[in-house]
């Protein structure tokens, strides 16, 4: 029986800007279980980061959660006070960012980085988190660990870099890690050293894991289950093999089709056309009708309500229902 | 660090001889007599003429120069014209109260400028920010002359609460920083204002930063995240104009010292030059740039210090 570990539901995230309040993330709802991987994908812009950022209140000060509910262990996070959420974060539950060159502060060494955490959540002694913090940076592979602890972020690779961040985020063993984007910003062997020790360490520590990616790789790889973001809305959510093998929505066809493959050297590689709406962009109907080829009149005025293609795949698209319809009516004229 | 210590030493050898020559030259071919001035208004063209014999002064300028740099070489700068005392002890009595009043200006200028930027980083926007900005603003607009007038005006003579002038108690004394508050606010406010606009665009930019909310999410406190995380980031380029507004700070010691009295070597610096006492103001600008070149070289080394970044072998 999989445990509930993170429920997120009807989450609604908005900026405040020159244009005024505007939405980044929609209505969004999915859950994480205990040792398991969900991917969140889309194009860049699509409220991805600021999903995960949501999750830990880690927003930009522009930013807020203004509805919607985020239960991790039980504990509604929307609600929570600063100080509780701070001994939760980096404890409980923790994050790695989209770009290691910067995530690191340039002035510390990694050791007092990686102290800090084992020090303020299991009150460990300086002596202890230092030996701790070895053996966490042996843990994620990073050779000489001795020697890294006492040097700087500008010192290491991108790489490093990185996987001085996860070590960082694991120190405290947390239920649950958002890995934003974990690996865009390096070459492509470190980037399956990165997911390779991610997937080890999830096995190891039984942690519920947020993948985000715009890679459909990376998804193939290391997903149970998926989610398809657009335009701050959640499209589309299955298991890995039945998005794969039988993506519903058009976006979600479309990203997969921009994925080369190695194996079928005809096949074609498919932009989506158009861009992502900007967020003070007001769209009726469905979010993505304008770049959808299959569009109806329908699509353009009423927001599609979600579908589902089976007990793990869900989708918001009114296809759905003209398919459905067609698939009752087929059952129904072969039971005469 | 050794290395970059003995260039320094090297660069300000350079530059106090550059200094001195530029000094030199502009005083011995402006207009004005020092030899009429020490006479007096009852000596006679003969008197004169055997004071200027008497001072080297009717050598060829640059043998004079040669001179003079001959002395200095050998710890020497000479004897004042006017008082015929020696100018290096003149200064070293006088040196003292400069460097005080620097150094309590720079205190008022880092301590309330930091503050202050900080305070309006944080706040962006709010009615703390604003006036810190409105005064920050007239803060360097106002000149240290008008400044010291009006502080004098109102907490010495009208609630004459602190001294009008003069420097004459050690500063660590009550009676000595009641002496050395005003001139340190008149001199330091100028400076606490570029510092506070520094401080306060860079402690904006650094709490955006990756590694800021990399700190939070480590689940560090937000007062530790501010002052430990973000500070030493945001102070890296708040160094630099501390270190540039010393010199200016050592400009306005000029000013300030004749506006309260302060027997320092700005005055010195002053009546030297109305009494065109060359070896008394040669002497002061040298000391003068020599501690700019000490203190840029002190910022250099605490550079080094906060920035990993920065090393200097
Ligand atoms: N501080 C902010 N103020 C206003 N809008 C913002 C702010 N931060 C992000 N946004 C907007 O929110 C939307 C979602 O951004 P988000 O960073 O979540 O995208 P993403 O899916 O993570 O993209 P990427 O793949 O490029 O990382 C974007 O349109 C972005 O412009
Ligand atoms: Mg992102």
């Known amino acids: 029986m999989a445990e509930l570990l993170l429920d997120v539901n009807n989450l609604v995230t908005k900026f405040k800007t020159a244009d005024g309040k505007l939405s980044a993330v929609r209505g969004v709802s999915f859950s994480v279980n205990k040792g398991e991987t969900v991917c969140i994908v889309g194009e860049s812009g699509c409220g991805k980061s600021i999903t995960s950022l949501s999750i830990m209140n880690l927003l930009p000060n522009n930013g807020e959660i203004s509805e919607g509910s985020v239960r991790f262990l039980g504990q509604e996070l929307t609600k929570m006070r600063q100080d509780e959420l701070r001994k939760l974060r980096g404890n409980k539950m923790a994050m790695i960012f989209q770009e290691p060159m910067t995530a690191l502060n340039p002035v510390f060494t990694v050791g007092f980085q990686i102290r800090e955490p084992l020090k303020i959540h299991k009150r460990l002694s300086q002596r202890e988190a230092h030996r701790k913090g070895i053996e966490l940076l042996k843990q994620v592979g990073i050779p000489y660990p001795e020697k890294r602890m006492s040097q700087y972020s500008h010192e290491l690779s991108g790489g490093m870099r990185q996987r001085v961040m996860i070590a960082i985020a694991l120190a405290c063993r947390p239920s649950l890690l958002i890995a934003d984007e974990p690996t865009t910003a390096l070459d492509v062997t470190i980037q399956a050293q990165i997911l390779d020790l991610i997937d080890d360490l999830k096995e190891e520590l039984g942690m519920g894991v947020i993948m985000v990616t715009h890679d459909m790789g990376v998804v193939a790889e290391v997903a149970d289950r998926v989610m398809v973001m657009y335009a701050g809305e959640k499209i589309e959510e299955a298991d890995v093999e039945s998005l794969f093998s039988n993506p519903q929505h058009p976006y979600t066809k479309g990203l997969l089709k921009s994925v080369p493959n190695v194996d079928d050297r005809n096949h074609q590689l498919e932009a989506i056309p158009g861009t992502l709406p900007n967020l003070n962009e007001v769209i009726t109907g469905c979010r993505f009708h304008n770049r959808c080829e299959f569009a109806t009149e329908k699509c353009r005025t009423q927001s599609p309500k979600t579908f589902t293609v089976n007990d793990e795949h869900t989708v918001r698209c009114w296809l759905q229902e003209v398919e459905q319809h067609d698939e009752s009516a087929a059952t129904a004229s072969s039971n005469q | ?313």
């Open chain 2, 1 to 313: 660090m050794v290395g970059l210590i003995i260039r320094r030493m090297l660069q300000l050898v350079v530059l106090l001889i550059g200094i001195s020559f530029i000094v030199f030259m502009s005083m011995h071919l402006s207009p004005g007599d020092p030899a009429s001035i020490i006479g007096g208004p009852t000596a006679t063209e003969s008197d004169i003429e055997a004071i200027r014999n008497n001072l080297g002064l009717n050598d060829p300028v640059l043998v004079q120069y040669a001179n003079y740099m001959t002395g200095v070489v050998q710890g020497d700068l000479g004897f004042s014209y006017q008082t015929k005392q020696s100018v290096s002890e003149a200064i070293i009595t006088r040196f003292p109260n400069t460097l005080n009043l620097a150094i309590a200006s720079m205190i008022v200028a880092v301590v309330i400028g930091v503050t202050a930027g900080i305070i309006s980083a944080l706040k962006q926007n709010s009615w703390i920010d604003v006036s810190s900005t409105v005064v920050s603003l007239a803060g360097i607009s106002i000149p240290n002359f008008w400044l010291g007038t009006v502080l004098i005006l109102v907490f010495s003579v009208g609630l004459q609460w602190l001294p009008v002038g003069g420097l004459s108690e050690p500063f660590w004394t009550i009676e000595g920083m009641k002496q050395l508050i005003l001139p340190a606010i008149t001199l330091g406010t100028g400076s606490a204002a570029m510092i506070a606009r520094m401080s306060r665009s860079t402690m904006l930019e650094v709490i955006r930063a990756d590694f800021v909310r990399t700190a939070r999410a480590k689940g560090v406190k937000e007062k530790t995240v501010i002052w430990v995380h973000a500070l030493r980031n945001a102070m890296i380029p708040v160094i630099t104009v501390i270190g540039l507004n010393f010199g200016f700070l050592l400009g306005g010691t000029i000013i300030t010292e004749q506006v309260f009295a302060i027997n320092g070597v700005g005055r010195l610096m002053i009546e030297a030059i109305a009494a065109r006492d060359f070896p008394m103001v040669q002497g002061s600008v040298l000391l003068v740039a020599a501690l700019f070149v000490l203190v840029n070289l002190i910022v250099d080394l605490i550079y080094s210090v906060i920035d990993p970044r920065i090393s200097y072998d």
